[in-house]
C-alpha cells in the first residue's frame, strides 16, 4: 500500500527554521512528480512547492521564495521541505503528496491540485 509519513512540524519562532520530511513506502519517489502543501487556519489549501522528476520542472509559491526549499533524497526514499526565516503566516497544517497517475503539470504559476496520494498532515505554528 502507498503510504506517505510525514514529521518535523512543531513550534518554531519568527525567524527560524525548520525541515519537514515525507518518507514513502509503496512506491518510489524518483519516479513520480511531488509536492508539498498547506492549509491554514479558515483558508483554502495552497501548493507550496513542487518538483517534477520527469524534467526538473518547479514550483514555489510566490510567499515561500527564497526561503522554502523542496528536496528529494532517492536513498531514504524521502522528499524534504527546507523552511528558513518563517513567519506567522506560513503557521498551517503542511501536507506531502505523489501524482501516482501522471494527472498534474507543474508550472511556473501552480502545482496543480490533482495529488492522489497524501500524506496525513504536519502542523507548523510560527509565533513568538
Known amino acids: 500500500q502507498v503510504r506517505l509519513v510525514e514529521s518535523g512540524g512543531g513550534l518554531v519562532q519568527p525567524g527560524e527554521s525548520l525541515t519537514l520530511s515525507c518518507v514513502a513506502s509503496?512506491?518510489?519517489?524518483?519516479?513520480?512528480?511531488i509536492g508539498w502543501f498547506r492549509q491554514a487556519p479558515g483558508k483554502e489549501r495552497e501548493g507550496v512547492s513542487c518538483?517534477?522528476?520527469?524534467?526538473?520542472?518547479?514550483y514555489s509559491a510566490d510567499s515561500v521564495k527564497g526561503r522554502f526549499a523542496i528536496s528529494r533524497d532517492s536513498a531514504k526514499n524521502a522528499v524534504y521541505l527546507q523552511m528558513n526565516s518563517l513567519k506567522p503566516e506560513d503557521t498551517g497544517v503542511y501536507y506531502c503528496?505523489?501524482?501516482?497517475?501522471?494527472?498534474?503539470?507543474?508550472?511556473?504559476?501552480?502545482?496543480?491540485?490533482?495529488?492522489?496520494?497524501w500524506g496525513q498532515g504536519t502542523q507548523v505554528t510560527v509565533s513568538s
Open positions: 509503496g512506491l518510489t519517489l524518483d519516479h513520480y512528480t
Open positions: 518538483f517534477d522528476s520527469s524534467d526538473g520542472r518547479a
Open positions: 503528496a505523489v501524482d501516482l497517475y501522471n494527472l498534474v503539470v507543474v508550472t511556473s504559476t501552480t502545482c496543480g491540485d490533482r495529488f492522489a496520494s
